[in-house]
């Protein structure tokens, strides 16, 4: 069983950056590929980025590659997402999510566990 808890939401102006942080309970979070999911008002939920359970494979969507950076901490048990370059339509609700899964899995369903959400708004 794991929890998870993102923070580090908020408005900023397009052009500038956010970092996301999701921590993460419970002992096996080492064991499970992580990812950032978000969902705009009115659209479906979609991937953003995944992280193997080691840290040294990264897979991210098309839209963000390039802008966006996933890590993460596996003592800490933190999961980050490094946000620069920002636009108006990365305004959503980002979802930390973690399963037992293979990095390059973009699908929901491969995630067994959730956070509850951080608003990132992005002005233009």
């Known amino acids: 069983q794991v929890q998870l808890v993102e923070s580090g939401g908020g408005l900023v102006q397009a052009g500038g950056s956010l970092r996301l942080s999701c921590a993460a309970s419970g002992r096996t979070f080492s064991s499970y590929t992580m990812a950032w999911f978000r969902q705009a008002p009115g659209k479906e939920r979609e991937f953003v980025a995944a992280?193997?359970?080691?840290?040294?494979?990264?897979y991210y969507a098309d839209s963000v590659k390039g802008r966006f950076t996933i890590s993460r901490d596996n003592i800490k048990n933190t999961v980050y997402l490094q946000m620069n370059s920002l636009k108006p339509e990365d305004t959503a609700v980002y979802y930390c999510?973690?399963?037992?899964?293979?990095?390059?899995?973009?699908?929901?369903?491969?995630?067994?566990?959730w956070g509850q959400g951080t608003q990132v708004t992005v002005s233009a």
């Open positions: 999510a973690a399963g037992d899964t293979y990095y390059r899995d973009s699908g929901s369903t491969g995630y067994a566990y």
């Open positions: 992280i193997s359970w080691s840290g040294t494979s990264t």
